[in-house]
């Protein structure tokens, strides 16, 4: 069975394979649209632990982009597809960083800082001060997926969110793929990127505790930027131990956060959404077996 994974886009699903990638969206007429893209063979080394967690990270980024593009072009206009320029791809995904490196880094510290000059314990103890630091952060990305929840068409992707993790539990779990069947399985899943996200957050207040605490304030911001690379690497790991032994009481212990976290990023899908996350299977599935090596 090969390991699949997806993302929610407009009015559909991108669902990822080892070996490709297809999105399924459905216009304002009903029909179901489909792109297609194979993925380029990756040096062996790129596939080592937690080196795979930061390529693997990129990769959602980079085809994210692609397929919020495509999904965007057939949800809501009828002209023909125009594909997305490289030069705009980066520029998106170098937008979208900046803004996520100022509010889930920059802000939470620097009010860490401004707390530090209440409370001093927060200035003398680097334990105290990255917990802040955390805690923070955990509440301004809850602020912000239940602002953003608010939104209707943000709703409706939540809703396609919980299409993809029902059609990706009846895939693992050897079921048929149609409607019926996938109807009855939970829009929750513990490899799901909130999921991810919080094991980030999390590793986050434990490495970033190795920083001094004298070094200046700037100081201590570059040194978590530069240190992204190993919380990405480190939470993809866990992330991968977590879903395989997610019938262990104190694995499913530690993952029972982030599945409750994803109810404020999934909703209950219709059937017209799990039918087109299932197109999204169907079709990166055909992909893996028409570009399957030969014996």
Same mark, same amino acid.
């Given at each position: 069975m090969k390991n699949i994974g997806?993302?929610?886009?407009?009015?559909?699903?991108?669902?990822?394979?080892?070996?490709?990638?297809?999105?399924?969206?459905?216009?304002?007429?009903?029909?179901?649209?489909?792109?297609?893209?194979?993925?380029k063979k990756l040096p062996r080394f790129l596939?080592?632990?937690?080196?795979r967690g930061c390529v693997g990270l990129y990769h959602a980024l980079a085809i994210g982009?692609?397929?919020?593009?495509?999904?965007?072009?057939?949800?809501?206009?009828?002209?023909?597809?125009?594909?997305?320029?490289?030069?705009?791809?980066?520029?998106t995904m170098g937008v979208a960083l900046l803004i996520g490196i100022g509010l889930f880094l920059f802000l939470p510290l620097y009010l860490t800082k401004l707390a530090g000059l209440v409370v001093g314990t927060i200035t003398t103890s680097s334990?105290?001060?990255?917990?802040?630091?955390?805690?923070?952060r955990v509440f301004i990305f809850l602020f912000y997926v239940s602002v953003i929840g608010l939104w209707k068409d943000m709703r409706?992707?939540?809703?396609?969110?919980?299409?993809?993790?029902?059609?990706?539990?009846?895939?693992?779990?050897?079921k048929q793929l149609d409607v019926e069947n996938v109807r009855i399985f939970s829009p929750h899943? /513990?490899?799901? %990127?909130?999921?991810?996200?919080?094991? @980030?957050?999390?590793?986050? =207040?434990?490495?970033? &505790?190795?920083?001094?605490?004298?070094? /200046?304030?700037? %100081?201590?911001?570059?040194?978590?930027? @530069?240190?992204?690379?190993? =919380?990405?690497?480190? &939470?993809?790991?866990?992330?991968r131990v977590s879903a395989k032994m997610k019938e262990n009481t104190l694995i499913h212990l530690?993952?029972?956060?982030?599945?409750?976290?994803?109810?404020?990023?999934?909703?209950?899908p219709d059937d017209s959404?799990?039918?087109?996350?299932i197109k999204a299977v169907n079709e990166v599935l055909q992909l893996e077996v028409n570009n399957a090596p030969e014996a």
């Open positions: 997806g993302q929610a886009v407009i009015e559909g699903v991108m669902m990822k394979s080892p070996r490709g990638w297809t999105v399924a969206v459905r216009d304002q007429k009903g029909d179901i649209h489909i792109k297609r893209e194979l993925l596939h080592l632990p937690f080196i982009m692609k397929a919020i593009e495509f999904s965007a072009s057939k949800a809501y206009s009828t002209e023909e597809e125009k594909p997305m320029s490289k030069t705009a791809i980066a520029s334990l105290v001060f990255n917990l802040t630091d955390g805690i923070i409706r992707i939540f809703e396609y969110h919980g299409a993809e993790h029902k059609v990706i539990h009846a895939y693992e779990a050897g899943h /513990p490899r799901c %990127g909130t999921s991810f996200l919080l094991i @980030v957050m999390v590793m986050s =207040i434990l490495i970033f &505790s190795f920083i001094p605490q004298s070094w /200046p304030f700037w %100081g201590k911001f570059m040194s978590r930027l @530069v240190l992204i690379p190993v =919380i990405a690497g480190t &939470s993809y790991e866990l992330l530690m993952i029972l956060p982030g599945l409750m976290l994803q109810r404020l990023t999934t909703r209950e959404q799990i039918e087109v996350a």
